[in-house]
């Protein structure tokens, strides 16, 4: 029989403010296998702590239910308690009476009283049925992959490097540096994007401990926390990068121009080239798909052009593995793309028109127009700009439902920007809400304002040419009269969404999405940096809209996060993970396409059975390393044979069973 | 031994008389399937249906019988059933009359089952004849007939439009004197002679010929026989041939705890057909394959039972021989023991 | 669907099985669907089916 | 089919002979003249008693199972409707395709053996089947009866789905057409339970599920229930009986609880060779709970009756993204 001791914590008045906390380990006491119940002020301080450890003495209690908040607070707290008092930590069941009652019912005091009573029976009867767990340990293979090389990627690179830890760095464009660098200005200080970032690159790119990857993707991760293999795909650069200098020669003399990517379309580059002149690495690519040699079998310019000989037309796409132990997704986030649904504003049909991010290239120094702010139809200087925010945010019809949470800031920035470059510029802005939440950032937020710029509240209608100018027509829904402006040039600041290819990532990585597509983290408060597989961890923008100080904030806690598991040679493992009755496995493996993780697997094994010889026969094996106890195999287990430990079918049913009465 | 006559048209009056003194339990038809249930009304009854298809062990052997209640709240309480109510059990065929006689001495012998001893005390039982053979009966075999009425408190023969009723304990004289209005002694004796000359008709209308001479010597050598093995390969292990038997008697007892200190404790029909059967605690099985199971139902019929209490464990009804899902025939079994080395 | 389709099938009243995808995020439906399956179910009444009478 | 049985042994006593295998599991003379007994053979001698006539009604391929953990080499002898037991088990991983021969023998319907013992003294002796396609003709030591398929066969026979096997080895004898009366719906039924009113359905099962006497016969006879134990027969507290999931109790309310547990178990799986609703001891029309699942996943999801296709995937353990579904 078991002797089950019930602790009811008052949380403050949180609980306690609600039901009679007294009066609930009174009814406890009478659930079977209770041998002793109480209640405390604070049961997580020392001394509730203490007087759970002296209740399991002295009463010889060899399980305890703790009814206080939420496990996710507080279990691993008196887990730690229970080994304190001599106990295996698995014999802990928590009654959640604070967020699952009395913050819910605290209206219905007596409904509230009820439930309470109802919670703790339940974990009696689940407490009544747990058996000691152990967890396991697995080795760590104390390296790290990086996914993306944008400044979350290289900060958290960075940061592992710099704990003692190797790196695998992977971007998958020719140059690490992502969206931070094509960026003119950053603000609220308005220091220059590139002198910040650049050194950074050359720091990953030059660090003894990170291995760097560009024009890479991964294609698979199989393995488990501690012991991943990734299999990276170099694609072809058909530039020899162990033979290549880097002297510029190639990309000067290649007679193919095409929209550069990198400067968001607006200026050009050549089919063999560097996205900009401080790419790292400072080797150029050829892009297959515009050479004129892949495309007609002729031109050859560069590799004749080329003294090192490291053009290579054949070169194929590289497949390697490499062994890591954590994995941190980096790969940023990508612009919505409003020329397919905002009509209103000409789908893209005018060219001074332009996105926030075309804007950054037209006022950077390493720009198109060498930082001269230019309309990109005829190269004139605008006079007047206006800007639009939330194209795509904040926009459940068109776009998306969420904010971008950076567009204010950089809307403000660009605004200052004009009235710098262009002396005597009219500058508009047409918001919904100015969201400035941030160091310093109303204060910049009013100096764009006390500047000159003019901030319209109401949205834009429509945008439509006349003759040289566009005309912005909308309304000003604060003096709830329709607005029209003659601008020079329009500037959207459109909705930030996640990266292209961020669901096959997902999949490969094996972690969720969320409603909108970004990565999804373990728990939005406390775990904001993980993801609910073990071992791979978020940093920026792929987790939802960042600004730079988020992003390198949160690239940062990861590598802290990664640091701490590659601290250790060896890791425990959960022990709430399924567990395979061999003799009831039929050896179907129905089970094994189910598992998200891959922790399933055939095994061997000899039986013996009497009345019949030895026989050998393959049933399910579990990984202790890559089950996370999810508990989808036990669903899909016809024979039964499968439980995850901790929510065995036996404990589970008791609490429906506890619930019902 | 007196003897009634009363006239076919006359047995629902009598049916509905004693209902209006005694619960009766009788054969019933739903579904073409006929077993004994409490009936409330005569014309519930499936008088002509023949041999039922599950036997009437039910009513003093129920499939699942509760013993007890409990309540360990304040203290342990037990609540037993309430006793059985005097009871009739009308319409049971020879063989199985037979079968009650093979379930007294387990139930009634060395140990007293309260539970099964209650009920029949209380029960008077009326038999009825057989009006045709079916191809798979032999109670010949046992040395009973579809007349016999050995066993019965009071015994319907039919004979035409009318039935020969024989009151053959004080049970089923007091039952007569209950619902004297319905017999007549009138045409006792021809009657009893028409039933002898039924008697030898039906006698001659048995298909299977079972020949039980020197089986159980045979039998008693037969433990480590190969032929078990051969016989089970082809059994299923289900538990019709056990559950539709009329003297097997196999049970488990279970608790059935409401998890509130509540709850109950029963006892269910068992089969030695089932894997877990003899299963033991420690996950060790006796009689861990189907070939120790098929041995130990046969050898139970016909010898165990024999050795323990000079009875046969088989009466011949042949309902396992007509349910067997994959014809595992207890008169080819015979047979074919016969003629094992 | 195939479970509501036969437990109607084998006479339960339809109504009383109901599945919805909920993610964990949506605690609002949660309850409402909890609050709505609770209302149908107090108009069904008790269900007679697959009782145990422990 | 006097031809297909002296091919049967001739083949059979082939296998044994060259020991291709070690046992050839088929059927044999039951112990009347309406029955067939499923039958080991594992000698030529033995090879000669095999058997075929329209009362071989037991589906074979479940005694793969006796030797699912060993290496015996198996020939099995399946008709149309057992051969999709051949795939279940091959699909469910209880038994390596390579490992038994199938002989498969195209059917022509099997007798309902109750119409027939109403006409032949079951004493008879069966000496020869003939299939004339639309009637049977026995000929027995005590007379010649024939027997109109459309009147006297199985009505599982009457819905016949595949009368040649799905999968075999070796066909044996003659094609012969199909027993399928022309224009029948599988599932008139189902359809005609579920046009009745729910109240009429409810009694209609509470009925059949409160005699049910929890032999398992259905479930023992079923080469879809291969788990090694089973949830019913767990005496063991702490198995889903240490938490009263289904107690042993016979009982209306229990039984149910059996029949849908079984019925979730084998949805989607269930080959419908119609053998439980066959070997309930008390008549309950099995096949039409488990058809239920059959029919709608037919209509919803497409599926085949499983067993069909040895490739597929149990309905129940895959899906598409454009399945249909109903929640919102």
């Not at chain 2, 006359?10 to 038809?29: H, M, T």
């Not at chain 2, 190969?226 to 539709?244: D, H, S, V």
């Not at chain 4, 399946?78 to 390596?96: E, T």
Request: glycine fraction near 8%.
């Amino acid at each position: 029989m078991p002797r089950t001791g019930v602790f009811v914590c008052w949380c403050g008045s949180n609980i306690g403010g609600v039901i009679d906390c007294p009066e609930t380990a009174a009814a406890a006491s009478g659930f079977p296998g209770v041998a002793f119940s109480t209640d405390y002020k604070y049961m997580c301080s020392e001394p509730g702590q203490n007087m759970v450890i002296q209740a399991i003495r002295e009463h010889r209690l060899d399980r305890a239910v703790v009814a206080s908040c939420s496990p996710r607070l507080h279990e691993e707290t008196f887990r730690k308690t229970l080994v304190r008092a001599g106990l295996n930590p698995y014999m802990l069941e928590m009654a959640n009476i604070r967020e699952h009652c009395t913050w819910v019912h605290g209206a219905d005091i007596q409904q509230a009283r009820i439930k309470a009573v109802d919670l703790v029976r339940r974990a009696v009867a689940k407490a009544n049925r747990l058996e000691p767990l152990f967890e396991s340990e697995i080795s760590v293979t104390r390296r790290c992959l990086v996914i993306g090389g944008g400044v979350a990627g290289i900060q958290a690179a960075l940061d592992v490097a710099d704990a003692g830890h190797e790196v695998i760095l992977v971007e998958r464009e020719p140059t690490i540096g992502g969206n931070m660098v094509k960026l003119d200005k950053t603000f609220p200080t308005l220091d220059c994007s590139a002198c910040i970032s650049t050194p950074k690159m050359v720091a990953a790119a030059t660090h003894p401990n990170i291995k760097l990857y560009t024009y890479a993707e991964i294609e698979k991760l199989a393995g488990y926390v501690g012991n991943f293999e990734v299999t990276i795909r170099q694609k072809a650069r058909y530039v020899d990068h162990e033979k290549c200098t880097g002297c510029g020669t190639c990309w000067e003399k290649c007679p193919t121009r095409v929209p550069s990517e990198f400067d968001a379309g607006i200026g050009q580059r050549t089919a063999i080239y560097i996205p900009f002149p401080q790419a790292v690495p400072n080797k150029p690519v050829i892009d297959r798909e515009h050479c004129r040699y892949f495309a007609t079998g002729k031109c050859e310019i560069c590799a004749k052009l080329c003294p090192t000989g490291a053009v290579d037309y054949g070169q194929e796409d590289l497949v390697l593995t490499e062994k890591v132990g954590a994995v941190v997704a980096a790969t940023g986030f990508g612009l919505f793309d409003w020329s397919r649904v905002y009509g209103e504003y000409g789908y893209g049909q005018y060219p001074d028109v332009v996105t926030g991010m075309q804007f950054e290239r037209l006022v950077n120094a390493a720009g198109p127009t060498g930082g001269k702010l230019l309309r990109p139809s005829d190269g004139a200087t605008p006079r007047t700009v206006v800007f639009i925010k939330c194209v795509g945010s904040r926009d459940e019809a068109k776009g998306r439902r969420y904010c971008s949470r950076i567009c204010c800031m950089y809307t403000a920035k660009h605004a200052l920007q004009v009235l710098e470059k262009v002396p005597g510029a009219s500058v508009f802005v047409f918001y919904m809400d100015v969201r400035t939440a941030g160091k310093g950032y109303e204060e910049f937020y009013q100096r764009a304002v006390n500047n000159g710029t003019v901030y319209v509240r109401g949205r834009v209608s429509k945008i439509y040419q006349d003759g040289e100018r566009l005309v912005v027509r909308g309304v000003d829904t604060l003096l709830g009269r329709p607005v029209e402006v003659d601008a020079d040039m329009v500037v959207l600041a459109t909705a930030v969404e996640p990266g292209s290819g961020a669901a096959e990532t997902a999949r490969i990585l094996g972690i969720n999405t969320d409603q909108d597509g970004f990565f999804q983290e373990a728990h939005p408060k406390l775990r904001p940096v993980e993801t609910h597989t073990r071992g791979v961890f978020l940093a920026g923008a792929c987790q939802a809209p960042k600004d730079i100080p988020d992003t390198v904030a949160q690239a940062s806690g990861a590598a802290a996060k990664v640091a701490g598991l590659l601290s250790s040679k060896w890791l425990s493992t959960n022990p709430m993970i399924a567990t395979v009755n061999e003799a009831l496995c039929t050896g179907c493996f129905l089970c094994v396409p189910v598992c998200s993780y891959r922790a399933l697997e055939p095994k061997k094994i000899t039986e013996r059975l009497p009345g019949h010889p030895p026989r050998e026969r393959e049933v399910a094996g579990v990984n202790t390393g890559l089950c996370q106890g999810c508990g989808a195999c036990n669903v899909a287990c016809r024979a039964g044979a499968i439980e995850v430990r901790g929510f065995t079918n036996e404990q589970l049913l008791a609490e429906v069973d506890a619930l019902c009465q | 031994m007196s003897a009634r006559v009363i006239s076919r048209d006359r047995i629902s009056g009598f049916l509905d008389c004693i209902l209006r003194k005694y619960p009766l339990v009788a054969p019933v038809e739903e579904d073409g399937v006929v077993a004994y249930r409490r009936v409330a009304a005569a014309r519930e009854v499936a008088l002509d249906a023949g041999l039922s298809d599950v036997p009437p062990k039910t009513h003093f052997f129920p499939q699942t019988e509760v013993l007890f209640h409990y309540s360990n709240l304040s203290g342990l309480e037990i609540v037993e059933p309430a006793g059985a109510p005097e009871t009739v059990l009308f319409g049971v065929r020879p063989c199985d009359l037979r079968g009650f006689a093979a379930l007294d001495p387990v139930f009634g012998g060395r140990f007293k089952d309260v539970y099964y001893r209650d009920k029949r005390e209380k029960t008077t039982v009326v038999g009825l004849s057989c009006t045709s053979v079916l191809p798979t009966c032999f109670c010949r075999a046992y040395g009973s007939s579809p007349v016999d009425g050995t066993g019965a408190d009071l015994m319907f023969t039919r004979l035409g439009e009318r039935y020969l009723v024989e009151v053959r304990t004080p049970k089923g004289a007091r039952l007569v004197e209950d619902c004297a209005d319905f017999f007549t002694e009138d045409g006792v004796r021809e009657a009893a002679r028409e039933k002898e000359v039924l008697a030898r008709e039906l006698d001659g209308r048995f298909v299977r010929r079972v020949d039980l001479d020197s089986v159980k010597e045979k039998v008693d050598g037969m433990f480590e026989s190969p032929y078990w093995g051969k016989l089970a390969q082809r059994c299923l292990g289900c538990g019709i041939c056990t559950f539709l038997c009329p003297t097997c008697h196999c049970f488990d007892i279970v608790d059935e705890d409401r998890g509130d200190r509540t709850g109950c404790r029963l006892r269910c029909w068992d089969s030695c057909m089932f894997t877990d059967f003899t299963l033991h605690t420690s996950g060790h099985n006796p009689r861990a394959t189907k070939t120790e199971r098929v041995r130990n139902r046969f050898l139970h019929k016909l010898k165990y039972h024999l050795d323990r209490y000079g009875l046969a464990g088989c009466v011949g009804c042949g309902r396992c021989v007509a349910k067997c899902p994959v014809n595992i025939d207890i008169t080819r079994v015979i047979a074919e023991i016969k003629e094992v080395d | 669907m195939l479970v509501s389709r036969l437990l109607e099938y084998v006479g339960l009243e339809p109504g009383r099985f109901e599945m919805r995808w909920i993610s964990a995020s949506e605690g609002g439906k949660v309850a409402e669907t909890v609050r709505e399956m609770t209302e149908r179910i107090r108009k069904l009444g008790p269900n007679r089916k697959m009782r145990d009478e422990r | 089919m006097k031809q297909a049985v002296e091919e049967l042994r001739r083949q059979a006593a082939g296998l044994l002979k060259e020991e291709r295998v070690k046992c050839v599991i088929g059927w044999t003379q039951g112990t009347d003249v309406a029955r067939a007994v499923p039958f080991f053979a594992t000698s030529v001698r033995q090879a000669a008693r095999l058997t075929w006539t329209p009362f071989c009604v037991n589906n074979l391929s479940k005694y793969l199972l006796n030797h699912r953990y060993d290496n015996t080499p198996l020939a099995v002898v399946v008709k149309g409707c057992d051969s999709r037991g051949i795939n279940r088990l091959v699909q469910d991983r209880q038994f390596v395709r390579e490992r038994v021969v199938v002989l498969g023998l195209p059917c022509g319907g099997m007798l309902d053996r109750e119409k027939v013992l109403r006409v032949v003294d079951p004493g008879a002796a069966l000496q020869e089947v003939e299939d004339r396609g639309s009637e049977y003709m026995l000929r027995t030591d005590k007379g010649e009866y024939g027997f109109e398929k459309r009147e006297a066969l199985l009505s599982k026979c009457l819905e016949c789905e595949h009368n040649i096997p799905v999968v075999s080895d070796l066909m044996i004898g003659p094609q012969v057409p199909s027993p399928a009366g022309s224009g029948i719906d599988r599932f008139a039924g189902v359809r005609e339970l579920e046009t009745r009113d729910p109240a009429v359905r409810s009694t209609f099962w509470d009925r059949h599920f409160a005699r049910c006497l929890r032999c398992y016969a259905c479930r023992n006879v079923c080469p879809a229930c291969n788990c090694k134990e089973c949830s019913f027969e767990q005496a063991v507290p702490g198995w889903q009986q240490g938490a009263c999931w289904l107690s042993k109790r016979n009982h209306p309310g229990q039984n149910y609880l059996f029949h849908l547990i079984r019925m979730f178990h084998v949805a989607g799986r269930c080959i419908d060779c119609g053998e439980c609703a066959r070997v309930c001891p008390v008549n309950i029309p099995l096949r039409e709970l488990y058809r239920k699942v059959m029919k709608d996943a037919e209509e919803l999801f497409a599926m085949k009756t499983p067993g069909t296709d040895p490739e597929e995937v149990p309905l129940l353990s895959t899906y598409r993204t454009d399945d249909p579904e109903e929640f919102s």
